[in-house]
């Protein structure tokens, strides 16, 4: 299988540097260790990473396929992220959205003039791949693609342009294309830094898959009990081919400890981060033992938590 | 009176650079005219803008001085960012605050390494002026002073960068160092750009000043109103001899304003912002009929909401 390699991401990064916002790393002062700096890509448009692999593919696309248009299958921010970026690129967008998604979520992905197709829980794939191919729409998957994956990476690009001594890079892990992608950027570039996945304790099947050495399914309503909505999905083979190369561990965290880590980051770091963005906070705050010592940066994946969910959170 | 330059605030660029946050701008995409950037300030160590003027003031002071040692008085955010920046220059620090400041920012500050006195309220300026007199520690005032509203000016240098053809710069005024700063630098960058001033109605004694010509007195009592704590101060000769110079136009909001755009700050832009912080963005939101339209930066100048009251107003 081929992996993305460090000048696929280079690439990415030059293609989205005028749409994705550069984010600073934020040393947090706070902290009495003073080896946590934040990647705050909550800051991003449509408020996650993934407008950075939504860019990079569709960018990548020729004049025809740029005019027939794309279509993704998402409840959350990957659906946002497509729209968003399709829109920039003045490319037609159809977004097929499970009928349970959040009604803030579905009006915010058609405010980008994308057209949403609502269909019932568990379709939302198959009727993407039908409509792609009966329309000639490209599809733009959420993790499962090298152009998804080097688009991502870019944060880590960025990670060891301004932080070149790092020591270790936690991320988050769902379908695996960020760390796949953050992963690749910190090997070649900082080859002496840890590359750490994170996950929720409820959703830790890549921790079961990497210990075993393949893809461990866990079943959906299993993954679907934590909190941490945007980690609730599996990796596919190509990026768990990724991962096998680029992670050097796995920490598994508490619902408790993802609470109390969306608490400290908007109390300390002043970011509003969803549950699956404060993952990686959560390891470097309760997880210290685990870790290997020295500059850490947490990347914060996101920070479209549900209004009443966050104000609950922080009163908890 | 002899006002801060262009070459003023470009040396104290040099000075911060490598320890204030080189914040980016924002471009919030969910805004349906396109047209807001936000300057995210909250996210500086301490989570203000005014660790700029702190650092500022503090590397330019010689040697024999940093010896002895500097001393502040603030219940806010400035006694942080004095804290801080002394705790990063290895110089002594004594932060005097009333006693009725927020233990958490007592606490805060006492964590930097300060040395904390607490006295009743109305009396912490005088008993630093005394303890300077008495120790030969130098007084680093809120606002007050050439070095600090040139390091505060160092937000407007970087907005003028990252947004050359910017139309409108939003800033918070309270006893305008901030103000006078980033005005100094959007007028010597981006001639052509407005930059107008933001207070809450209650505490509008700029507006009021800048109507009438000279500085106009409000009672303390009248300023205390606002949630918009952080904007009760009142400038000083030096601050409103810029203002008057720097500022074209100012605008007023409510409370109510300002609570709501606390709650956008953190729905869509993803931040922590203090009621002071998110004046100019409401001003954004629910003034558009005052302003000049175009390519509008709002800055957001802090972060420090106390968690309880920040919940509420979320879940309000």
């Known amino acids: 299988m081929e992996l993305v390699t460090i000048s696929d991401i280079e690439a990415a990064a030059k293609r989205v540097e005028d749409v994705a916002v550069r984010t600073p790393l934020l040393l947090q002062t706070w902290d009495p260790r003073g080896t946590l700096w934040l990647k705050p890509e909550n800051l991003q448009p449509v408020g996650a990473f993934k407008v950075r692999g939504a860019f990079n593919a569709i960018a990548a696309l020729d004049d025809a396929a740029r005019a027939r248009g794309v279509i993704a299958y998402s409840s959350g921010n990957h659906a946002q992220a497509v729209a968003y970026a399709a829109q920039r690129y003045g490319v037609p967008a159809v977004i097929v959205v499970p009928d349970v998604a959040p009604r803030i979520k579905v009006e915010a992905t058609r405010a980008y003039g994308a057209e949403v197709i609502e269909v019932p829980i568990g379709e939302h794939e198959g ?72 996950e929720p304790a409820l959703a830790a ?85 685990e870790l290997p010592p020295g500059k850490t940066v947490a990347l914060v994946s996101g920070g479209n938590a549900d209004p009443a969910l966050f104000a609950g959170i922080l009163a908890g």
Chains 1, 2 share one sequence.
Do not use: N
């Open 205 to 289: 099947d890549v921790a079961d898959s990497l210990r075993q050495g393949e893809l461990v399914r866990w079943p959906q309503a299993d993954r679907a009990r934590t909190i941490a909505d945007g980690l609730r999905s599996q990796p596919s083979e190509l990026t768990f081919a990724h991962l096998r190369e680029v992670v050097d561990q796995m920490v598994t965290v508490t619902e408790d400890e993802i609470r109390e880590a969306v608490r400290v980051l908007a109390r300390k770091a002043r970011l509003v981060a969803e549950p699956s963005g404060a993952v990686t906070t959560a390891a470097y705050l309760f997880h210290a033992e």
């Open 127 to 198: 009727k993407a791949r039908e409509l792609a191919a009966e329309r000639g729409l490209t599809l733009v998957p959420p993790f499962d693609h090298a152009a998804i994956i080097a688009g991502q990476g870019t944060a880590g690009l960025e990670i060891a342009e301004d932080l070149p001594d790092v020591d270790v890079v936690l991320v988050p892990i769902s379908g695996g294309g960020l760390a796949a992608g953050v992963g690749t950027a910190i090997r070649a570039r900082c080859p002496r830094a840890k590359v750490i996945g994170v």
